[in-house]
């Protein structure tokens, strides 16, 4: 049998029609059935298109010129290439159609599981402005500091602070009015490579009901340079300001936060509400950045567990409670494990805050804890799951499975490792019932997930 030719050479220019998207949002284009993924085309559209590399079984190109526009091309809404919003020339009709099918193919492909329900992906009214929290690097450029975010594959910033169009409008304000601070004030912007210089990124958080406001300043020295003054001129500008809080990292590294922390002005803490229950958020504090669709989704994760007063519930990764706290308000008892300290220290501060006291929680890894807590003799009646884009390590799926719990939801952000879980949780007795997927990213790739899994009974 003679070897497969590419039909395309790098450098290569061709004409190219799309009829699909990859789950990143990339146009796919077949010359002689080989499939190009080419950032910014629709399905629909024709274009000039550079090959920039070429793989045994796929390559990507660059688009150059458009011969038709497809119909569900819009304007971006910002028009700086940092990578961040990578959906933004499509219409947000087609962005929700795009992840429900990237849902379904991984239901499909990877869980075997074609046959359960994908129920149409719950979006936005406004999907712009809704990010609650930033963590921007800050460089230097001409001799005066900018900020912006990090071109794809490089740590060359691109500035975008004043446009960026997810991000909640006041955290825009604030970066920009601490940029022009401390470039007033002589601060250096930290440098990289010879590991020098003062300011390495600024995050500031908002609460999206409460509209309070932390600035988390990120230093490589010890000492912040005119730091009352700093100070002074952000609350003076910003009134909404709760907490000014300083973290050292001093390392040569690409972790953005140090280990220290100290608060420069105000409370360690800013406070926001989902539903009925109330947050205080620190400047490690893990905390959903889309506050409206976090209610969304916790509200079906709570439909999905059908939580009676005398069930025991377990909550794996569970950060600083919330999912937790909503449990707790139907549950007999609900028992909250996350690897993270601080994070734990914020979930029992925030039972406390809540007035609930039937909710414990545990520092250590939920695959560790949980054969632990079984020993003991805990059986839950639900288990929930919300684990990184990495999903569940085996010796987690092993110990909710060895746990037996009539139902568990999985929440996830990733649906391929959602997929993958799946199956192994069907093949160890549990039926999936229903997915439902959320949009908590709009203008981006990502989408999430929440899974209604329930224990098979036997005949």
């Known amino acids: 049998m003679a070897k497969q030719t590419v039909p395309v050479k790098k450098n290569e220019t061709i004409t190219l029609t799309f009829e699909d998207l990859t789950h990143e949002g990339n146009g796919v284009g077949k010359i002689n059935g080989y499939p190009l993924f080419v950032p910014n085309a629709l399905p629909g559209e024709e274009a000039t298109v550079k090959v920039v590399k070429v793989n045994k079984n796929f390559g990507f190109g660059k688009l150059i010129e458009l011969r038709n526009v497809s119909t569900e091309r819009v304007d971006p809404t910002c028009h700086v290439n940092c990578n961040g919003c990578g959906l933004q020339h499509m219409s947000y009709k087609l962005q929700l159609e795009m992840k429900q099918n990237q849902v379904k193919n991984a239901m499909k492909k990877i869980a075997h599981l074609e046959h359960i329900p994908v129920h149409p992906i719950i979006g936005m009214e406004d999907p ?165 669709q976090t209610k969304v989704l916790y509200d079906k994760a709570l439909e999905y567990a059908q939580i009676g007063s005398s069930d025991v519930v377990i909550d794996a990764y569970c950060g600083i409670g919330t999912i937790s706290l909503f449990l707790a308000q139907q549950a007999k008892r609900v028992y909250g494990v996350e690897i993270v300290p601080e994070a734990i220290s914020d979930a029992k501060k925030n039972a406390k805050l809540n007035g609930i006291t039937n909710a414990e929680f545990f520092v250590g890894g939920a695959e560790k804890v949980m054969p632990w807590w079984k020993a003991q003799g805990l059986n839950p009646d639900v288990i929930v ?55 908590m990213f709009p203008q981006t790739g990502h989408v999430e997930n929440v899974c209604w899994l329930e224990k098979k009974v036997s005949n």
């Open 128 to 292: 712009l402005h809704y990010r609650n929290k930033v963590q921007i690097p800050v460089g230097e450029k001409n001799g005066e500091l900018i900020t912006g975010f990090y071109q794809k594959r490089s740590h060359r910033i691109i500035e975008n602070t004043e446009t960026c169009t997810t991000h909640n409008k006041t955290i825009n304000e604030v970066v920009k009015a601490i940029r022009a601070i401390a470039n007033k004030l002589g601060i250096k912007a930290y440098n990289e490579e010879k590991h020098s210089g003062v300011l390495r990124h600024i995050m500031v958080r908002t609460g999206n009901a409460t509209n309070e406001i932390m600035v988390v300043l990120v230093t490589r020295t010890e000492k912040l340079p005119n730091k009352e003054i700093v100070i002074k001129e952000l609350i003076e500008t910003f009134p909404t300001i709760k907490s000014i809080v300083q973290n050292i990292n001093d390392k040569r590294t690409n972790v953005i936060l140090g280990k220290k922390t100290k608060v420069l002005w105000g409370e360690e803490y800013i406070y926001d509400r989902i539903g009925d229950l109330s947050f205080a958020i620190s400047a490690k504090s893990f905390y959903q950045v889309n506050p409206e």
């Open 385 to 439: 799951v919300d684990p990184p884009r990495k999903g569940c390590d085996e010796e987690l799926l092993k110990a909710m499975i060895d746990m037996g719990p009539k139902r568990i939801v999985y929440v996830s952000c990733n649906p391929s490792t959602l997929a993958r879980d799946l199956r192994i949780l069907e093949d160890e007795g549990y039926e999936t019932k229903e997915v439902q997927p959320v949009d």
